[in-house]
């Protein structure tokens, strides 16, 4: 090929880079329905926003955005009208930048149009992986790939330009989708945009290009101008909140390797980018903003998530060898591309696996799934090319069939008013009918932040505030229990009645009257980071610690994370249990003391039973980390200490059965409380995997009842050989009662167990013992009551 015209090679490249990026990367018509879980939920409450519209920036607040179905493709009725038009528009604009770069590298070639060829197949190629991996990686990829062309392209080149321009637009919209693509879209236009003032090329134009079109997005999905502000400060208050709160720690090995061919593609891009007009640094410097993005996106949570920096990496090395690369050497760009293909569907899927258990044996697995994706695009596509109005019929009914699948494997009763659920089960929520009214941060581990914290407070004090919240306390990535909203709790406590049991949760309704402020005056303390605090007072005690960044923490925040932080409580009983401490979530409040676990014990405090609320009184805390994360934090932390007194009130009609149930349990939960164990409660059971010994009060008690039991799953999933029970009256002795079970071959000792024993008089404690029989391996044991008999 010669000239820079876009000749017939690169007019075939454009629509096979068009097709691969459509069938294989955005696949559009793999159309997603609601289902439960913790992810699903999010997905689904985003899709179903869509169709109020929720106002984004007062109603709702989370990493995606009003026009998310862009991502997710989760099916509405307006999905194939409006969201389905944006996607192939994606795929022209990847299609025809790569062809551009590819046709501007060849200029004055001899045999061009093959060069050009092989550079499309190698990005469909490279496209293909994305079916194993993330569209993040691709779309932070467009946008280096868009840099690239505008800062190679000739200025009166018209298809080059078109490209870029709308390429930058369309990432525009896609900011709407997800805030991390307009983060980058628009830094990589500040960059293209000052070489070209610079290099006196142009005036800037790409920057109002991608914010004239995330704005038209925003009003396009029926939003208000005067909810913008909002919209930016809570969208940039979940961004800003991400690296602190929702890490999972990754391989240094993986980290390092990364970094390591991060820096490798960065010195290509200095090397070999467009010569001349700070071509090369721009090029260098977008493609380390693109990196330094994606190591957030990847490793910050590295659970699945690396794939996403492993696939830039690849997709970006495409780009590079694509354009600046072949433009100087077909040998070199060929030698890069090989080794980002390597990279796509060798590195990437062997560090997928390892993240997820698997064996380097699995690999074809993968392919095989890939395999089944693409069928299934491939098939949709057939499907609706025949009859787009049956299509859409068809969807519908999956869909109507998927809340149906949902509402019978998760039923909720019947709750007249707005709903809100604290765990993440809106899923089950909107598939029961009921009238979902979330807090604008709905999921209750992404409320990580001061400003996300206080949106949902102003939420729960205004009109809008719901008739019932479905609560349960969580514990993601190993948080304090309590921190699961936990500033929320006073106003849950003061405005709300534990109503009904739901499974593990509780349903709260609003009081008629809110109650008085439950929390007293404040205790402040000084203390340090590293150093025990003893609690000044007894009883519930709801606790504000304040730990500030240093000037380096602040920095790592915003590039990566700054290291852990941990939260160590000591019990009454002298046992210690420890949480990940999250700065900002312990700044906004949350109840220290007791430990409270599980929705009974929250019902039990806030029936006025702080007394025997959890499991066990906390009587000192201590917030500590590693030597080096004490160069991102400040020495010293403020500590607020209230007092937390919920009146006993008589309970309403529609809560006194609850009320009765949960006093009935009194006695046990005196017990555990006691035992010091309140990490192991689960719901009215003590878990005791053998081999363990309880302390358990027996003062002036002469007939004891004690329920026990497996758990099911010891010989559903696992293989347990049985656990022995025994009540003894001191550490060592001979036990007054023994009972052993084995419920993978027994079938009656499966389920709940009970005993009754007559105790020796002059006893103070007992010691409640589980012994294996023969194995530990999966002695998955509890007891469910431990107390005077018939009491």
């Known amino acids: 090929m010669r000239g820079t015209g876009p000749g017939a090679a690169v007019l075939v490249a454009w629509l096979t880079v068009a097709v691969a990026t459509l069938v294989f990367v955005l696949r559009p018509l793999s159309i997603g329905f609601p289902s439960g879980g913790l992810d699903a939920s999010w997905v689904a409450v985003l899709g179903e926003a869509a169709t109020r519209p929720a106002r984004w920036g007062v109603d709702l607040a989370f990493t995606y955005g009003p026009a998310s179905a862009l991502v997710t493709r989760y099916f509405t009725d307006g999905y194939l009208v409006r969201d389905l038009p944006v996607l192939l528009a994606v795929a022209l604009a990847g299609g025809g930048a790569v062809a551009c770069l590819a046709g501007l590298a060849v200029a004055g070639r001899a045999r061009g149009g093959l060069l050009v060829g092989l550079a499309a197949l190698g990005t469909a190629a490279g496209l293909a992986a994305d079916l194993a991996q993330d569209q993040d990686s691709f779309y932070f990829a467009l946008a280096v790939a868009l840099l690239l062309l505008d800062l190679s392209r000739p200025p009166r080149h018209r298809a080059a330009r078109a490209a870029v321009l709308s390429g930058f637009a369309l990432l525009g919209v896609l900011a709407l989708a997800k805030t991390s693509y307009g983060v980058l ?44 502000p909002a919209y930016l400060d809570l969208q940039g208050q979940v961004a800003a909140g991400y690296g602190e709160a929702m890490y999972l720690p990754a391989a240094r090995g993986e980290i390092l390797a990364y970094l390591a061919a991060a820096a490798g593609l960065v010195a290509v891009a200095a090397l070999c980018g467009p010569p001349g007009g700070w071509g090369r640094t721009s090029a260098a410097l977008g493609c380390s903003v693109a990196l330094v993005l994606a190591l957030k996106a990847g490793f910050v949570r590295a659970d699945t998530h690396p794939q996403i920096a492993w696939s830039l990496l690849g997709l970006a090395a495409l780009a590079l060898a694509v354009g600046p690369v072949l433009r100087r050497s077909p040998a070199g760009a060929a030698a890069l591309g090989a080794a980002a293909l390597a990279v796509l569907w060798v590195v990437a899927p062997l560090f997928l696996l390892a993240a997820t ?43 109507a069939a998927a809340f149906e699948a949902i509402r019978t494997a998760q039923p909720l009763p019947a709750l007249a008013g707005g709903v809100d659920t604290v765990p993440s089960a809106q899923s089950a929520v909107l598939a029961n009918r009921l009238d979902y009214r979330p807090r604008p941060s709905f999921q209750e581990y992404s409320t990580y932040t001061a400003g996300l914290i206080a949106a949902n407070a102003r939420f729960y004090g205004g009109p809008t505030a719901p008739d019932w919240v ?108 420890s949480s990940r401490f999250i700065p900002a979530l312990a700044a906004g409040g949350f109840l220290l003391s007791p430990v409270v676990g599980d929705a009974d014990g929250f019902a039990e405090l806030a029936d006025g039973h702080g007394a025997e609320a959890g499991g066990a009184e906390v009587t000192g805390f201590e917030v ?138 002059g006893l103070r404690s007992v010691i409640a013992e589980t012994r294996c029989r023969r194995s530990c391996d999966w002695g998955w044991s509890y007891w469910d009551a431990i107390g005077p008999a018939g009491g």
């Open 185 to 228: 879209a628009l830094g990589l236009a500040v960059l293209a945009d000052a070489r070209a003032v610079l290099a006196r090329r142009r005036w800037p134009l790409l920057v109002p290009v991608v914010l004239g079109a995330a704005l038209a997005a925003f009003l396009a999905c029926g939003q208000r101008l005067a909810d913008l």
């Open 470 to 577: 479905i609560f349960g306390p969580g514990g993601l990535d190993d948080r304090y229990p309590a921190m699961t909203e936990g500033a929320l709790w006073p106003a849950l406590l003061e405005r709300y009645e534990p109503t009904l049991k739901i499974g593990d949760w509780v349903a709260l309704k609003r009081r008629a009257a809110p109650l008085p402020d439950v929390l007293g005056p404040p205790v402040r303390l000084a203390a340090r980071l590293g150093e025990p605090v003893a609690l000044p007072t007894r009883g519930p005690v709801f606790a504000r610690i304040t730990v500030g960044e240093t000037l380096l923490g602040r920095l790592a925040a915003l590039l990566f994370r700054p290291p852990a932080l941990s939260l160590r409580v000591t019990l009454a009983g002298g046992a210690t249990r």
């Open 357 to 399: 258990d698997r064996q380097p044996e699995q690999l074809p697995e993968i392919y095989g799934d890939m395999r089944v994706q693409l069928v299934t695009e491939i098939d949709a596509w057939g499907r609706f090319l025949r009859s787009p109005a049956r299509f859409a019929a068809e969807a519908r009914q999956a869909k």
């Open 624 to 761: 500590g980390g590693s030597r080096l994360a004490r160069l991102f934090y400040a020495g010293t932390m403020a500590v607020e200490l209230r007092a937390v007194t919920v009146p006993e009130t008589p309970p309403s009609p529609e809560a006194a059965p609850l009320r009765a149930a949960l006093d009935r349990a009194v006695p046990w939960l005196r017990s555990v409380r006691a035992m010091g164990r309140s990490a192991d409660l689960d719901g009215e059971k003590l878990s005791a995997p053998a081999p363990t010994d309880l302390t358990v009060p027996a003062e002036g008690v002469r007939r004891l009842h004690v329920g026990f039991g497996l758990y099911d799953g010891a010989f559903t999933e696992g293989r347990t050989e049985g656990v022995c029970f025994a009540i003894a009256p001191a550490p060592g002795a001979p036990p007054l009662w023994t009972r052993c079970l084995d419920p993978a071959a027994v079938a009656g000792d499966r389920g709940p167990q009970s005993a009754d024993l007559d105790l020796p008089p």
